[in-house]
């Protein structure tokens, strides 16, 4: 299958194009520079490639959580794509993105947890946990937005792997909670390749939803949110 995925989530920028089973991409780190990169890169690596946009099966993208104004960018982007190819869109989270990437990048084994914390600002974590299931990271627990103070790890995990811009707050996480993971990494960021790889396993297990249907999440309740500086 061809399937072109990307994501604007954070800080960075990126689009992958899986074709064939080969799996390309391209990512910038530009803050505020989304809407002005998203379609250039995405029309790059399509010709880079070789592939039209009618040659697409599908589109993926990470859905959240994360920034406000990157989900809105990414959502608006796929919604548009999808209606105007009439092909479906497979969401796929930005935590359990991270947490894949963070899987392979410290080769975790069966069974080894991934705890994933992005920056929500207003002195607030996106926390997810996760746990290596078949190669995979599956997730342990609902995805939550809180204080740094209100994080927890499941049971079940006896290796926990830690990284996202959430853990910059570690000195403020629970002993019972950093005690347990080792060398978190907070520059760690969502990448649409590992997005391109979550969402063919979605496809696959008949996840895939209409255009309208693709919709960001973002944790936090919309009447306390409150737009911040490049958010």
Request: negative net charge; contains cysteine.
């Amino acid at each position: 299958m061809n399937l072109l995925a990307i994501d604007t989530s954070t800080d960075a920028c990126s689009v992958a194009l899986l074709c064939g089973g080969e799996l390309s991409g391209h990512c910038r780190v530009e803050p505020r520079g989304h809407t002005r990169l998203i379609m250039p890169m995405v029309r790059q690596l399509l010709a880079e490639q070789g592939v039209a946009m009618a040659d697409l099966d599908a589109l993926a993208f990470a859905a959240g959580p994360g920034s406000f104004t990157g989900l809105r960018i990414a959502t608006g982007v796929i919604q548009g794509l999808a209606w105007g190819l009439d092909i479906p869109v497979v969401p796929v989270s930005s935590l359990q993105a991270v947490a894949l990437a963070l899987a392979e990048s410290n080769e975790a084994g069966e069974g080894d947890g991934m705890a994933v914390a992005f920056d929500a600002r207003m002195d607030e974590v996106y926390w997810g946990c996760f746990q290596r299931v078949d190669g995979l990271p599956e997730l342990l627990a609902p995805e939550r937005v809180c204080p740094p103070e209100q994080v927890s790890l499941p049971e079940g995990c006896s290796r926990w792997l830690a990284g996202g811009s959430g853990w910059r707050y570690a000195d403020r996480m629970p002993d019972s909670v950093t005690g347990l993971v080792s060398s978190p990494d907070p520059a760690l960021a969502p990448d649409a390749r590992f997005v391109a790889r979550l969402a063919v396993v979605a496809w696959q297990q008949g996840k895939a939803v209409p255009a309208a249907q693709a919709q960001p999440v973002y944790l936090r309740d919309e009447v306390t949110w409150k737009k911040l500086p490049g958010r």
